[in-house]
């Protein structure tokens, strides 16, 4: 029984991982201007099957020798939890008349599956391309959340999810970035701080230009769009000039958390 309640077993341990599903869904539910039943029933369906990645690696740890298969008991019991959960609040919405936002959860068997896989090989760490990809999957729940508010389909969900997404890959690279710069021995000069993030910078500047751009050119799109794109491409700035060398992870990510947050609000705001 004390092990069904282990956090590692039920709560993703990746904890900034949380932003990158929060995130999406606030920025869905508040473009789509009302929260609605099903809207709660999206926000669980997402989250529950946010949640039910931690078991099901367990598990797949636990088969492939990483993990004790004691924890296979305990981990099936949150898969099963989170599974009916799951299937509840996709039921709420199907009735709803909302099953086509279903859809939008099919490219998320195969990433998930490819993950599955690396966890199998001890190959999941440092895949930066996969995180990538599975960013954009949760990006989904953008237009997802926002299609449920406006009760009906609309094309500007579409790009929801790409602002969203391009945000959260400029922010997956820029952490690499960050934790590679904190095994750094000393500070090297300007030139090679700037060399070493020039992928960060790459991202985050790419964002803006493309933001400024289509707020201009695309009638229905904010003509602010560019604040929040901008706060993360200082930061990219700032982050290259000072590395986090010797820094913690936990300082990153809380970092991360912040400029993420604060990212989230600005669009919100600049969007409405």
């Known amino acids: 029984m004390q092990k069904i309640f282990r956090k590692q077993i039920f709560l993703p341990q990746d904890h900034g991982s949380w932003v990158f599903i929060f995130s999406p869904l606030l920025i869905g539910l508040f473009a789509g201007g009302q929260f609605t039943f099903a809207s709660f029933s999206l926000v669980v369906?997402?989250?529950?099957?946010?949640?039910?990645?931690?078991?099901?690696?367990?598990?797949v740890?636990?088969?492939?020798?990483?993990?004790?298969?004691?924890?296979?008991?305990?981990?099936?019991i949150w898969l099963?939890?989170?599974?009916?959960?799951?299937?509840?609040?996709?039921?709420?919405?199907?009735?709803?008349g909302f099953i086509y936002v279903l859809y939008l959860a099919a490219p998320g068997i195969p990433v998930f599956a490819w993950h599955l896989w690396l966890v199998s090989r001890?190959?999941?760490?440092?895949?930066?391309?996969v995180e990538i990809v599975a960013i954009g999957v949760l990006s989904l729940t953008a237009p997802a959340a926002y299609w449920v508010g406006v009760s009906g389909y609309e094309p500007a969900g579409w790009w929801l999810w790409i602002l969203v997404w391009m945000?959260?890959?400029?922010?997956?690279?820029?952490?690499?970035?960050?934790?590679?710069?904190?095994?750094?021995?000393?500070?090297?000069?300007?030139?090679?701080?700037?060399?070493?993030?020039?992928r960060a910078y790459l991202y985050t500047s790419f964002n803006l230009l493309i933001v400024t751009i289509l707020g201009i050119g695309v009638e229905f799109l904010p003509k602010l769009i560019f604040i929040p794109y901008l706060i993360q491409w200082l930061e990219a700035l700032w982050g290259i000039d000072h590395p986090a060398v010797g820094w913690k992870p936990t300082r990153i990510g809380i970092r991360q958390l912040i400029v993420s947050i604060l990212w989230t609000i600005l669009f919100i705001l600049v969007w409405r």
Do not use: H
């Not at 799951?86 to 709803?96: D, F, M, R, V």
């Open 45 to 59: 369906a997402a989250i529950a099957a946010f949640l039910i990645r931690q078991p099901i690696t367990i598990v």
């Open 61 to 76: 740890k636990a088969y492939s020798g990483r993990r004790s298969k004691d924890d296979l008991p305990a981990a099936c």
């Open 80 to 96: 099963v939890i989170y599974s009916i959960i799951a299937l509840a609040a996709l039921t709420s919405l199907i009735l709803q």
């Open 122 to 129: 001890r190959e999941e760490r440092r895949q930066a391309g």
């Open 167 to 198: 945000q959260s890959a400029a922010s997956i690279v820029y952490a690499y970035l960050r934790l590679e710069q904190r095994e750094w021995k000393s500070l090297p000069n300007r030139w090679l701080k700037f060399r070493s993030g020039w």
